[in-house]
């Protein structure tokens, strides 16, 4: 049987991976209908990232992932993240559009798969890293839906189906989570700050670094916690050319904006 959600235990203080001079992304949505998106990530790599040591990528790297045995879908995207990981650091974390990411798929790339939410260290800076989803909590249907789809019952049966089946369960979801968007307040669909201060606090954290929002910014969030969350992609199309990155400044994260 397959068990494609055995990850390294990074929660808490144990297993603590310490980072020398990481970059971190999230939310590149990556897919073959944006191939401007795509070719910005691979000038990313070889521009604002490549001085850095670990590359860290906290989910929705892809638009939607069908499962690791279906990689050669995306196979510019691994040979240039094994070119990276070549020479430096590789780190992938889930998220809520590439949560079928698995083991394999890691391996295929030399990264190593983040648990949600995972702790590391620069220098003496402790970090809470996440894609960010799971600090909805105010949305109860998206977390039902949450659990469900990252249960082993449920992928265990998705993995059975074709490819072309598991592309249009994909694509079925992926539609009805714009369509959610539009219909719920986004009080109800964006993070819940006390639950991001609680995670902070519990992890012991300095600062907290995720995505999924959509809505970018730097800012304290209660005493001693400062908190980050990235940019999604896009550079294809009309609307605004939008991206970013987080990366350390003097000790501290910082956001940058492509
Ligand atoms: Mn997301």
Not at 100 to 111: L, P, Q, T
Not at 137 to 162: E, F, G, H, I, N
């Amino acid at each position: 049987m397959l068990s494609p959600f055995s990850c390294p235990t990074l929660e808490g203080t144990r297993d603590t991976v310490a980072l020398a001079d990481p970059v971190f992304i999230s939310d590149l949505h990556l897919s073959k209908t944006e191939p401007d998106t795509m070719a910005g990530f691979f000038r990313f790599l070889e521009n604002e990232a490549a001085g850095h040591r670990e590359l860290v990528i906290l989910g929705d790297f892809f638009d939607y992932w069908i499962g690791d045995d279906a990689s050669f879908t995306a196979e510019s995207i691994v040979r240039a993240l094994r070119t990276w990981s070549a020479s430096h650091g590789l780190f992938i974390m889930q998220g809520n559009r590439d949560f079928m990411m698995g083991e394999r798929f890691a391996r295929e790339i030399g990264a190593v798969l983040l648990r949600d939410p995972a702790v590391v260290t620069v220098g003496d800076t402790r970090l809470l890293l996440s894609h960010g989803d799971l600090w909805c909590t105010k949305d109860d249907d998206y977390q039902a839906v949450r659990r469900r789809v990252r249960s082993v019952w449920w992928q265990w049966l998705v993995m059975r189906l074709p490819l072309k089946k598991r592309i249009a369960i994909a694509e079925n979801a992926r539609s009805r989570s714009r369509a959610r968007k539009v219909e719920k307040d986004p009080s109800v669909t964006d993070t819940d700050p006390a639950a991001v201060l609680a995670a902070a606090r519990a992890a012991r954290a300095d600062a907290v670094i995720h995505g999924h929002t959509h809505r970018p910014s730097a800012a304290q969030l209660g005493e001693n916690v400062l908190r980050i969350v990235l940019p999604d992609w896009h550079f294809d199309g009309t609307s605004p050319i939008r991206g970013g990155y987080a990366a350390f400044e003097d000790g501290r994260p910082v956001l940058r904006t492509l």
